[in-house]
């Protein structure tokens, strides 16, 4: 076996054997048929693609003696010395521009140019790399191919055209060379290993072709070193894979699974095996996206490979196909966007394994970022975990919803309280629908189709003790009643754990949830009378005291509890510090019309929302967005607004909460206040809202409601009135027994 260089075995000796070039070959032959062969030309493109050959084919095709032909006929003297293998002739010479071009060279060049042929036709110069000729070397070369004798032709071939100066340029032919097809360039290479006898596993050529990147030589080059490496089996996949850097198919089917089931484990120990197998991060990084690539376009073609879209063996492009099936379009995509950019970051990073990581992590958590094609991502994640469930396929996504995900409510005919009716159809909203009634909706909940005058439950008639007072029923889109969240479903394996979220079971600024069926825990809310049984007859009625979620804003205006997801999304577009203090520490705690109480959980977020202007920036966008001036007072809230306020006392609560049905109206001091202890009237009818509940456990003394001043009057009896009672030391020395040693009187 020869031991000369495979690209030099194989360069090719006439037009006809030179692939991917036929732009430039076809022209060349044609103007040789026409005898219309220019004094000068100018090759010019990639290195590795011809360049130089197609020089030397064309001085063959000039001196053969059967010509000007585009067939040389390889038989006279002229073809034989310009061979493959052959040895070269005096009247076709080759120089290196790299090392021969000064003005002194061209100099040179010009005196000898002028002596006719030896024994050819024509007196050819090949001058490669014609671009590293200074200008002084281009200048005094410029009249000799300007005006050349019959018998002088000139072929520059230049990787960089436009470094020749252009009155050069401007009297050569110039011919653009291109990179090879892959598919044309895999081709070549299968004839080449035939021709050698040397077996190639199916997945080893496109390697190659994609090392050599549209390069012949450099890929003849890449296939020479893995044929010299070949034992009796042949070239391998493994041994190229290996020998040439890249990963393992293997490793980048398991990477992209993790990612389509949200496996965290799965994604990091493939990293952990890259690095601890010696392979370059960014090089993964670069196979990583070249396989997502494949994926996109899978997804959006399916029959890619046979349209010749996918370079890859048959078996390859199937467990592709089947990968594209289990990502959503959006979360594609933003993977792939990820991990470019991951792949731009990691040019000069001090650690790539950390970059991997990153990337790995950034892909696996849409959750943790709120840009558009996250919420894609997230709602793909959500419509596969759906199909998963039903299917019985592979494990279903964690997933968390934020407080964009109960805006649902607002819908008007389609949203109701959660836990109610789907609306038939598809899309996001049935997506979020199908994630929050994963659990069996709590007996007793009110549909979306009640109707807007149809009080939740059945009051009981006035006594003398509480006075009458209007009904303010709920709105028929408010929730019922706080209730535990439904429990999130099993995340799948490595996914990452999510903490419980503050306020006893949702996230601050969320709304709760219905208890899905299955739990163990009591439903919190009232049982709501079957459609069947007859109305209470009408009659003056007082306010019952509402679950502790059910709110009517005054005067039908504007409820801020159920517009809050709005809220937050129209001050995330005027100032996003103020948006992550609101969704992650405050919740709406009270509104009475004109003042909206915004509850933090904690003294310190208050603070940091009265002290960095964030008041300022909630209220232009209630007044922007919404088109109301709500004065704005930041309360401390530690509960997370999940625990119910203090049940109101005969009705004659008037704090403007939420529990509080009769806000708005002024508070009523009743003439003689009951006991706390006392027992409800025995006259007062069973009503729906005596839904047996667990044992009763013991609360806190229950402050007094507050009163205004203006309706702060004493009654007659009231013994502080007293005006002879002592006062100042008087008082003093009679009640606590002291002496009074000294008063000092400011006046």
């Given at each position: ?15 006809a ?49 059967q ?87 000139f ?124 392979n ?26 046979e ?50 990581e ?10 943790a970022?709120g840009d ?12 596969r ?28 005919a ?92 949702r ?98 977020a ?10 300022d ?42 529990g ?19 027992p409800?009237?025995?006259s ?8 047996p ?55």
């Amino acid at each position: 076996m020869s031991s000369l260089a495979l690209y030099r075995r194989y360069r090719p000796e006439s037009f006809a054997e030179v692939i991917g070039q036929e732009h430039v070959t076809d022209p060349l032959q044609q103007a040789l048929r026409n005898n219309r062969v220019n004094h000068a030309y100018l090759f010019s493109g990639p290195r590795g693609c011809g360049k130089t050959t197609s020089a030397r084919i064309l001085a063959r095709c000039l001196n053969c003696e059967q010509g000007p032909t585009p067939t040389p006929c390889g038989e006279c003297q002229s073809c034989r010395d310009l061979a493959r293998n052959g040895p070269g002739s005096i009247d076709v010479i080759e120089i290196d521009a790299a090392s021969h071009g000064g003005v002194d060279d061209a100099r040179e060049l010009r005196e000898k140019a002028f002596f006719g042929p030896a024994a050819s036709r024509y007196k050819i110069y090949i001058i490669d790399e014609a671009h590293m000729v200074t200008s002084a070397g281009f200048n005094a070369l410029l009249k000799v191919v300007e005006e050349p004798p019959e018998h002088l032709k000139f072929i520059f071939a230049t990787t960089e055209p436009e470094k020749v100066i252009g009155t050069i340029r401007s009297r050569t032919h110039h011919y653009p060379f291109r990179l090879v097809p892959p598919g044309t360039l895999r081709e070549y290479l299968g004839e080449v290993c035939g021709k050698e006898n040397i077996p190639v596993e199916d997945g080893v050529l496109p390697l190659v072709v994609r090392a050599g990147q549209g390069s012949v030589r450099d890929s003849m080059s890449v296939m020479d070193q893995l044929l010299a490496g070949a034992r009796e089996e042949g070239v391998t996949y493994a041994m190229a894979t290996s020998l040439l850097g890249y990963t393992d198919g293997s490793l980048l089917d398991s990477v992209v699974e993790a990612f389509a089931t949200g496996d965290g484990a799965a994604a990091f120990e493939v990293v952990d095996r890259i690095i601890e197998g010696g392979n370059d991060p960014r090089r993964f990084v670069a196979d990583l996206l070249e396989r997502l690539r494949d994926l996109v376009i899978l997804a959006a073609v399916p029959d890619a490979a046979e349209k010749g879209l996918i370079d890859a063996p048959a078996d390859v492009v199937e467990r592709m196909q089947a990968q594209a099936g289990t990502f959503g379009a959006a979360e594609l995509s933003r993977a792939a966007d990820l991990v470019n950019e991951g792949l731009t970051e990691m040019r000069g990073a001090n650690s790539p394994r950390l970059q991997l990581e990153l990337i790995c992590a950034r892909v696996l958590l849409p959750a943790a970022y709120g840009d558009e094609r996250s919420v894609m991502a997230r709602l793909d994640r959500i419509e596969r975990g759906v199909n998963f469930s039903a299917g019985g396929g592979a494990p279903a996504v964690g997933y968390v919803p934020g407080p964009e995900a109960h805006a649902g409510p607002m819908a008007g005919a389609v949203g109701g309280p959660a836990g109610g009716p789907v609306p038939p159809g598809g899309g996001p909203a049935a997506a979020r629908a199908a994630v929050r009634n994963s659990g069996a909706p709590s007996a007793g909940l009110p549909t979306a189709g009640a109707g807007a005058g149809t009080p939740a439950a059945a009051a009981p008639p006035p006594t003398a003790a509480e006075p009458a007072a209007p009904v303010a029923s709920p709105p028929p889109s408010a929730p019922v009643s706080p209730a535990p969240a439904p429990a999130s479903p099993s995340p799948a394996p490595g996914a990452w754990p999510t903490a419980a979220p503050a306020g006893g079971g949702r996230r601050p600024g969320g709304w709760p949830t219905a208890t899905p069926a299955g739990t163990g825990q009591p439903p919190a809310t009232p049982s709501v009378p079957a459609a069947s049984a007859p109305a209470p007859a009408p009659a003056p009625q007082t306010a019952a005291p509402a679950p502790a979620s059910s709110y009517a804003p005054p005067s039908g205006g504007p409820d801020p509890r159920m517009l809050w997801p709005n809220i937050l999304e129209a001050v995330k577009n005027r100032r996003r510090f103020t948006w992550i203090l609101l969704s992650q520490n405050a919740q709406v705690a009270g509104f009475d019309g004109t003042t909206l109480q915004i509850g933090f959980v904690n003294a310190g977020a208050r603070d940091n929302f009265a002290g960095s202007g964030s008041e300022d920036v909630l209220r232009q966008a209630l007044a922007e967005q919404f088109n109301v001036q709500w004065k704005i007072e930041a309360i401390v809230d530690p509960s997370g607004g999940s625990a119910p306020p203090p049940a109101p006392s005969n009705g004659a609560y008037g704090g403007g909460g939420y529990g509080n049905p009769g806000a708005g109206t002024p508070p009523q001091r009743p003439a003689t206040p009951p006991p706390p202890s006392s027992p409800a009237p025995t006259s007062q009818p069973p009503t729906a809202r005596s839904t047996p509940a667990p044992a009763p456990q013991p609360r806190a003394p229950e402050p007094p409601p507050p009163v205004s001043p203006e309706d702060d009057i004493p009654e007659d009896d009231d013994p502080d009135l007293n005006e002879s009672a002592l006062s100042g030391h008087e008082l003093i020395v009679r009640e606590l027994g002291a002496t009074v040693v000294e008063e000092f009187t400011n006046e």
